[in-house]
């Protein structure tokens, strides 16, 4: 139930930024979400580093400050960890000054509880689209604050920078969603 209203929040805050877009079919978008349950196997308190073991999969993970109770983890505890991203692009309105909005957004575990957290994160802004090349995939960017980019353009958005020209100005919508819940061994 959690996991599906911050998925639909990230979904919402996408169409929000996708309803800025003009002109019909001149825009791109690109959504991945990942899971992973696991076990944690070992815990590094002092470089806050713990290691997550699931089926064919082993991870290590540092836990950031927003990590409320790391203190509280043992090994043996089960560690469910999501995250969610979605970028979409489009034509940005002539009347755009290219201001780039962010937020973001950092629910975590109560005092008392075992480990956990909750976040969001969602950009929008305004860049000059300079150049795009269909061999490397590469598309070159000028942020708003003059900023030279180099961008790995994904698979689902090639059509859309192979048509852009020089000096075409760009909305970018940027959600990522991230939630860790860590549980007691049974």
Do not use: W
């Not at 815990?43 to 790391?70: H, M, T, W, Y």
Request: glycine letters at 10%.
């Amino acid at each position: 139930m959690k996991r599906r209203f911050g998925l639909t929040l990230c979904g919402l805050f996408l169409a929000a930024g996708c309803a800025t877009f003009t002109g019909g079919g001149s825009h791109a978008q690109r959504s991945e979400a990942v899971t992973l349950v696991g076990t944690i196997e070992a815990i590094d308190p002092e470089q806050r580093l713990f290691k997550v073991s699931g089926d064919d999969l082993s991870v290590v993970l540092r836990a950031g400050p927003d990590l409320r109770n790391f203190n509280r983890m043992e090994v043996g505890d089960r560690v469910t960890l999501e995250y969610y991203e979605a970028m979409a692009v489009g034509i940005a309105d002539p009347e755009d000054p290219g201001t780039g909005i962010g937020e973001v957004m950092i629910e975590r575990a109560p005092e008392e509880a075992k480990p956990g957290m909750k976040a969001f994160e969602s950009l929008a802004t305004v860049v000059e689209f300079l150049s795009y090349s269909d061999e490397t995939h590469i598309a070159v960017v000028r942020t708003e604050s003059g900023e030279t980019q180099r961008v790995l353009v994904p698979q689902e958005m090639r059509a859309f920078a192979a048509e852009r020209r020089p000096g075409s100005r760009i909305v970018l919508v940027v959600d990522r969603a991230l939630a860790i819940a860590v549980t007691p061994a049974e």
